[in-house]
């Protein structure tokens, strides 16, 4: 079965870093774009990073400089590195195939001040 599992989230200062890491399994994981989504409390879900499977990208202007989207597809993985961490990056993050969509757990990312 498809399933997607998140890991490295954690609490960190203003102006550290992160890296979030997705393992995929049960699809064919390098035919399959691939995104990472966050959602705040009291906020809308929303997109944060996304790479075809041809390895392009794109990012939400909030994030972009700071945070860089990849892919391994030997080990079935795509990474969120998130530098120059900000208290309004504090969110669970999601990884998601894009299409068809299936969802991971998230993994929380808290940045205090």
């Known amino acids: 079965q498809v399933r997607l599992v998140e890991s490295g989230g954690g609490l960190v200062q203003s102006g550290g870093s992160l890296r979030l890491s997705c393992a995929a399994s049960?699809?064919?994981?390098?035919?399959?774009?691939m995104s990472w989504y966050r959602q705040a409390p009291g906020k809308e879900r929303e997109l944060v990073a996304r790479?075809?499977?041809?390895?392009?990208?794109e990012y939400i202007d909030s994030v972009k400089g700071r945070f860089t989207i990849s892919r391994d597809n030997t080990k079935n993985t795509v990474y969120l590195q998130m530098n120059s961490l900000k208290p309004e990056d504090t969110a669970v993050y999601y990884c998601r195939r894009n299409y068809p969509p299936y969802w991971g757990q998230g993994t929380q990312v808290t940045v205090s001040s």
């Open positions: 049960g699809f064919s994981f390098s035919s399959y774009g």
């Open positions: 790479m075809s499977r041809g390895g392009g990208t």
